[in-house]
């Protein structure tokens, strides 16, 4: 319960949940500045005023709280991927085509992902392909195709070693969208990973 106290009358309301007592205590913290404005001969526009502004900066110091707080816990020397425009796809082709079938929307074609590998002192350049980029409800897959010569395990093993690769290089992304067009099939993988056992 809330008491505001104005003159000899208390104002009382039950509160619910976070999201009531939220907009409760915005109701009640705009009365009492209308209140005290009034009192002080202000006019009621310029309490409303103030009152948006400490909201505004309140609001304003909550952004910048978490916007540090992300980048102090942060893993030290993570690289993030930022992929570019990507190749051209037309629609015609038929993993595409089967994406959309699916609900899928293709942005963007092919992308080389060049990796530099050292071993013992040397230095090995290799490199992985990302077919697509597809979205869906707001959602960002990546996208390999079936390849002829490259059948796929389906067991947990065969997926992590073919697919991680690509969770772990984007993971903003909301999973591996595995498409075979012989097959007429689009899988959707993900991968959580747990808490490393001893």
Known sequence: MWYIQE???????????????????QGQMFLFLSYTRWKRGMPLGQSVDWFVMLLTGALLLVW????????????????????????EWSADEPSVQLLEMNGYTVTSGKHRVPITIGWNGSRLQSRLYIDYVAERDGNVYVVKCARDRQPMDWT??????????????????SGVLYVDAAERTVHEITFEL???ER
């Open 156 to 173: 947990g093993s065969g997926m992590r070693d073919r697919l991680i690769a690509y969770a772990l290089m984007l993971p903003e992304s």
């Open 64 to 87: 910048i709280y978490r916007a540090i707080y992300n980048w102090l816990h942060a893993p030290p020397g993570m690289k993030r991927l930022r992929l570019g425009k990507g190749g």
């Open 194 to 196: 747990g808490v490393s």
């Open 7 to 25: 003159d000899s009358a208390f104002h009382v309301s039950n509160v619910t949940n976070a999201t009531d007592r939220m907009a409760h205590l």
